[in-house]
């Protein structure tokens, strides 16, 4: 079972930044919060992950709140081509990758 | 190759088959999976292979479902007797047991008729 809930949607104008949030409020000390998303008829990507301090790359940004029980993924100018469904993810080391329904991203101009 | 390597990219076939994907992922990758993803559906976790460790089988769905991987190279995930249910798109991903994240291939979609 996925250990994350996020919302089923959100809609972003083009240009603007994009905050997606996710809630773990079940997660373990040596847990990771993994952010993958998949673009229609593709396999997902891989964007980002942390386990408490907030990251960064030329993808996006992840800010994980001090207590750890939720994150949020931030593309900073959002372009249509980023328009796919983002999955947030709770993971262990050794253990398996299991997705959720994420939250399907729609970017428009 | 510099990514992940999923054969056939498409599979049809007739039902009562058996098929077998192949997956190649990135040379060093001790970490291995499998999914499925069914047309609108999301990705559902079928197994697990992590260096010299028991794999984590948890995700397959039936026997007829397996799957392989000698050392850490290529694998095979084979599906006996095929069923209409199990057309999906079946996605493998690798990754160095502890990386930054998991490499996806571009699937094999397999198709029951």
């Known amino acids: 079972d996925a250990k994350t809930t996020q919302p089923p949607s959100m809609d972003c104008a083009e240009g603007r930044a994009a905050n997606l949030p996710c809630n773990h409020s079940?997660?373990?000390?040596?847990?990771?919060v993994y952010w993958y998303r998949q673009i229609h008829s593709q396999g997902p990507q891989y964007i980002i992950h942390?386990?408490?301090n907030n990251e960064t790359n030329e993808m996006a940004s992840l800010i994980i709140t001090e207590d750890r029980k939720s994150s949020t993924l931030i593309l900073p100018h959002a372009t249509l081509r980023d328009t796919a469904v983002y999955y947030c993810?709770?993971?262990?080391?050794?253990?398996?990758?299991?997705f959720g329904k994420g939250t399907t991203l729609s970017v428009s101009s | 190759g510099a990514g992940v390597s999923q054969s056939p990219s498409n599979k049809v076939t007739e039902k009562g088959k058996d098929v077998e994907l192949r997956c190649d992922p990135i040379?060093?990758?001790?970490?291995l999976y499998w999914y499925r993803q069914r047309l609108g559906q999301g990705l559902e976790f079928l197994i697990y292979?992590?260096?010299?460790?028991?794999?984590?089988k948890s995700g397959l769905p039936s026997d007829r479902f397996s799957a392989e991987r000698t050392g850490e190279s290529v694998s095979t995930l084979t599906i006996q007797r095929t069923q209409q249910e199990d057309s999906a798109v079946y996605l493998c991903?690798?990754?160095?047991?502890?990386?930054?994240?998991?490499?996806f291939g571009s699937g094999t979609r397999l198709t029951v008729v």
């Open positions: 991903a690798s990754s160095l047991e502890r990386g930054n994240g998991y490499t």
């Open positions: 079940t997660i373990s000390g040596n847990e990771y």
């Open positions: 942390g386990l408490k």
């Open positions: 993810i709770v993971r262990g080391a050794g253990t398996a990758l299991i």
């Open positions: 040379s060093g990758h001790t970490a």
């Open positions: 292979f992590q260096g010299n460790s028991a794999p984590d």
